[in-house]
C-alpha cells in the first residue's frame, strides 16, 4: 500500500545523535513535462521526435475534446516526457517514480529502457528506477493509452468519459538500501471505552541484526501517548490499547497518527507515517445504520473526478474544494463514483468527516475472459491495499451495473458473474475483514455482498417521486442490508416554470427502476422539462420522507456535479449529464440549497429562484414561493410588507412548510426572507423579480447583449423576444454561438456559460468570450434554424461603465 500521505510525511532531514541522518526524499515532479499526440507503440519511434509541448501535470489530452460538440473524443496513445537531472546519484539509495493515476494503459521507460508498466487507470502505481538512472541527465519516457480495450475495466459502455493522460500527481522518492515500505493500520476492537490497534509493516531490501523499529502512536491533539521499539524483519507488527479513545465521526473526525522509525544501530535510515482513525459501524439487519453505538442517517451524493476546462486533470485545490462543497450541504457521504479517486479526495473526507463508499470500476460489461478478471482482481486489490487506513471509508464496491451490455460473448451470463463476484467478495473480505462489501443494481448478487443497492429512480427514470416511500420500505423489508444509492434527475441552470409536472397521468407510478432499453419506457426524464423547479420538488419530497424514516439506513443522490459522457449527445449542454446539484465548474443549482435546508447545521436562507427573476402570469393568481432555510421559523417580506411567519416542520411539503402564495405586482417585486432560531435573526436572503402580467407570444426574434466581467471577459447573452419584445420565457430551442473576429469563445467547458451549443432557458443563453489584445471590434453573433444570424459588435476600448 502506498499513500501521498506516506510519501510526503517523511520527507525531510532529521538530526540523530548530532549527525544528519540518512532519510528519504520526496519531491513533487508535476512540473515541466513535455507531452507528444503521437499513437506509436514503441518508445524507439519517438525518440528525436519534433512536437513536443511543454505541459505541467496533472493532465489530459481530452480535458476538452471530450465535451466538444464533434461527436467522439479521442481514445489513443500519447507520450509524456520528463528530463530528470540527477547531479548526484548515491549507490546507497534507491529511486523511486511514483504515480498516482494514469488513465489508463501506462508503460515507463527511463533512459530507452523499460523499468515498468501498469493496468488499469484510477489507482496509483510505483515503478523502481534505480537500476536505470545514470548520474547527470536521464530521460523519463511515458506511454499512455486509453484505447479501447475490453479486458480492462471500466467497460467502454459505461455511462462517463474514460479520458487519457497522467490525470494526477507524479513523485520522485529516494530511500536507502533497506526501508519501509508500508505501514497498514487495522482498528480491530474499538469502544467508546477503549481500542485495540495493530499496525503492520513492510520493510523492503537488506535484513540485519542492528535493525529495529520505533513505532509511535500520536492522539489528534499531537501527543505521543504510546510507543514500542521492536526488531526490524520483513513483517513486523505491534499492538496498541487505547483507553477513552477520541473517537473518529462524521461531526468530529478525530484523527491519530503512527509514525514508524527504521534504524540500523543509533542511525535512524527511514521514516514514514500514516493517519488514521477509531471507529466503529453496522448496517443493522433491515434497518439503519449505526456509527459508534449511535444511529446516523446515511446523507450523502456521488462524485465524478472531473472539472470544466480540465476534465479529470485537476488540481488538489479543485478535489479539496469539491468534498468542501459537499461537506457544506451537511452530507456525511459519499460514493466515488464510479472509481477510485485521487488521494486528496480521502484525506478531505478522513478530515471533514465523510463516509466512503469506494468503488471497483466494473461498470457495466458483464463477466469478461481470464485476462480480465486477471485485471479485474488486480485492480480490487490495489484499491483495498491503498485506501486501507482511511477511517472515512466503510464499503468495499465491487461494481455497478455489471450485467448490463455485455462486451464478452456469452458475458451476461449469470452463473459466470455470480462465480466470479464470489471470488471478489472472498478476496475483499481476505484482505481487509474490518469492512463490509457492496454493489449495486445486479439483483442476482443481492445475497453475495454484505450492503446491495436496487435501482430506484421513481421521479426521474420510472414512476412518480411521490412513490418513494412505498418503495424504500419494500426495499427494507426485502434486503437484509439496504443502501439506496443513485436518484435524482436533470437540471438545466435557469430554466423555470409555473406548473411542474409530477408524471401523474402518464407514468406508471407503481414502477421505480430504470430499466436497460428506456426506448418504449414513458418517464418524467424523457417527457419532462429539465427544469429546476421540479428537481427540487423531487428532491424536497425526497427529503420529506428519509428525515423521517425510523428504519431507514441512508440514500445518496446522483450526481453532486454535471459531468462529461459520450452518451448524452441530445442533452440540453451537449454531452453533459446534467443531474448535478452543481453545474461542471462546482457552481450551485437551486437543488443544492434543498439538501443544505435539510442537512446543514450552518444558519442560511435560500429564495427559490436566484435564477428565476423575469416571472409572468394572470393578474390576480398567487405564486407559490418557496424558502429553503435551517431556521426555526421564516418570514417573507414583499415589498417591506409581511406575507407572515411560518414554523419550519420536515413533514411538510413543500419547503418543510416554509411557503407562501405570493400575489406578485407587475414590475419589480423585492422579496425579503429573514430566518429566525431561538429568538434570533440568524439568516436572510432578499430577490428582486419582475413580474408581468402580459405573456409573450411566439419569438421574433434574437436579441444579443453583452456584459463585462471582472476578470476582464465579456458574458454575451441571447434573448428570444415576441414582437412587443417581451422575453419568450418558454423558448427552449438550441442556439449556436460564433466569435466572428476580436476574441474567443471559451468553449468546451460543459458549463452553462461555457458551451457554444446549448438550450435555451426560460428564452435566454449566455457564453463567456475572452478578448484578444487587439483593438477594434468583439464580433458575435448568434442563429438556429429559426433565426439565420443575430450579430452583435462589441468596442473593446470601452469601459465596464460605458458597457
Known sequence: MIRKILWIAAGMMWLVNGGVAQQRVVENINDNWSYLELPVEHVSEVKNKDGWTPISLPHSWNSEDAVDVIPGYRRSISWYKKLLNMEVLDNDKRYFLYFEGVNIKSSIFVNGQLAGDHVGGYIGFEIEISSYLQKGENEILVKVDNGYDREVIPSQKSDFFIYGGITRDV???????????????????????????????????PLSKNQEVKVLLVDPDGHIVAQQTVKAEAKTSVKFKTNDPQLWHVDTPHLYEVKAELF??????????????????????????????????????????????????????????????IKGMGA??????????????????????????????????????????????????????QNFNHPSVILWS???????????????????????????????????????????????????????????????????????????????????????????????????????????????????????????????????????????????????????????????????????????????????????????????????????????????????????TERSGPKGEARNVCVYSNSETVELFQNGKSLGVKIRDTKQFPAAGLNWDVDFTAGKNELLAVGMSGGQEVAKDSLVITYSYEQAGSPSELVLSSEWLENGNYLVTVTAIDKNGLRCLDYEECVYFQCLGGGDLIKNQGTPTGSEVIKMANGKASIEVKPNDQTGLLKMTVLNQYFKGTFLNIDKSQTKEQL
Open 264 to 325: 540500523n544501530g543509533k542511525k535512524l535510515k527511514d521514516q514514514i507515517s500514516d493517519r488514521f482513525g477509531m471507529r466503529w459501524f453496522e448496517f443493522q439487519e433491515n434497518g439503519p445504520f449505526y456509527l459508534n453505538g449511535e444511529r446516523l442517517i446515511i446523507r450523502g451524493t456521488h462524485r465524478h473526478e472531473e472539472h470544466a476546462g480540465v476534465g479529470p486533470a485537476m488540481t488538489n485545490e479543485m478535489h479539496r474544494t469539491d468534498m468542501e462543497l
Open 332 to 385: 456525511n457521504f459519499v460514493r466515488l463514483a464510479h472509481y477510485p479517486q485521487d488521494p486528496e479526495i480521502y484525506e478531505a473526507c478522513d478530515e471533514l468527516g465523510i463516509l466512503v463508499w469506494d468503488e471497483l470500476p466494473w461498470c457495466r460489461g458483464g463477466i469478461g475472459n481470464a485476462q480480465w478478471k486477471e485485471n479485474t482482481s488486480q485492480m480490487l486489490t490495489e484499491i483495498i491495499q
Open 398 to 612: 465491487l461494481g455497478n451495473e455489471i450485467y448490463w451490455l455485455p462486451d464478452f460473448e456469452d458475458g451476461d451470463n449469470t452463473n459466470e458473474i455470480n462465480s466470479y463476484l464470489k471470488e471478489l467478495n472472498d478476496l475483499a473480505h481476505k484482505l481487509d475483514p474490518s469492512r463490509q462489501t457492496a454493489i449495486r443494481k445486479y439483483y442476482e448478487g443481492a445475497d453475495i455482498v454484505d450492503v446491495f443497492s436496487p435501482s430506484i429512480w421513481s421521479g426521474w427514470y420510472s414512476g412518480t417521486y411521490e412513490n418513494y416511500e412505498a418503495v424504500i420500505d419494500q426495499s427494507i423489508a426485502k434486503y437484509p442490508r439496504f443502501l439506496h444509492m443513485e436518484y435524482g434527475g436533470s437540471s438545466h441552470v435557469g430554466r423555470h416554470t409555473e406548473t411542474p409536472i409530477t408524471g401523474k397521468g402518464f407514468v406508471d407510478p407503481s414502477k421505480f427502476e430504470e430499466e436497460v432499453n428506456q426506448v418504449e419506457v414513458k418517464s418524467v426524464a424523457k417527457s419532462g422539462d429539465w427544469s429546476e423547479n421540479y428537481i427540487v420538488d423531487l428532491f424536497d419530497w425526497y427529503l420529506s420522507i428519509t428525515e423521517n424514516h425510523e428504519q431507514f439506513a441512508g440514500n445518496a443522490q446522483w450526481a453532486f456535479k454535471d459531468f462529461g459522457t459520450p452518451l448524452r449527445p441530445e442533452n440540453d449542454i451537449p454531452y453533459m449529464n446534467q443531474k448535478g446539484l452543481a453545474d461542471r465548474a462546482g457552481n450551485p443549482k437551486d437543488a443544492y440549497y434543498v439538501f443544505k435546508s435539510y442537512w446543514s447545521e450552518e444558519p442560511f436562507a435560500y429564495i427559490e429562484s436566484h435564477t428565476w
Open 171 to 205: 513523485w520522485l522518492k529516494s530511500v536507502s538500501q533497506a526501508f519501509l515500505s508500508d505501514i497498514k493500520i487495522t482498528t480491530d476492537k474499538v469502544s467508546a471505552q477503549s481500542a485495540s490497534t495493530v499496525v503492520e509493516l513492510t520493510l523492503d531490501g
